[in-house]
């Protein structure tokens, strides 16, 4: 088992039980279960496909792309924050 799938059962897990306690609501008439079941493939495919694509990728580049990309990212983030331009969120209640 790989580190890409190991977390999928409890993923999968947590998946089904929200689709349970929502059912109702996504599954109220047969246009919201097509689109249900429609999002759900799709999202599944390019999921998949992201993965392949990043797998592959690894194979033949370093990630200092990447890193660049995030430290990049990440010191933009805490400059707005600095600045006043970018607001904190609020701690998640009800979780």
């Not at 088992?1 to 190991?6: G, Q, R, Y």
């Not at 249900?36 to 493939?41: E, F, G, K, R």
């Not at 797998?55 to 033949?60: A, D, E, M």
């Amino acid at each position: 088992m790989t580190t890409v799938s190991l977390p999928m059962p409890a993923v999968l897990a947590a998946g089904v039980f929200q689709l349970f306690k929502a059912r109702y609501e996504l599954l109220a008439t047969q246009n919201d279960a097509l689109a249900l079941a429609v999002c759900t493939v799709a999202s599944a495919i390019v999921g998949y496909a992201s993965i392949a694509f990043l797998l592959s990728y690894l194979k033949s580049h370093t990630t200092y792309l990447f890193i660049g990309y995030r430290l990049i990212v990440g010191g933009l983030i805490l400059y707005l924050l600095w600045c006043g331009k970018l607001t904190a969120l609020p701690p998640a209640t009800g979780v």
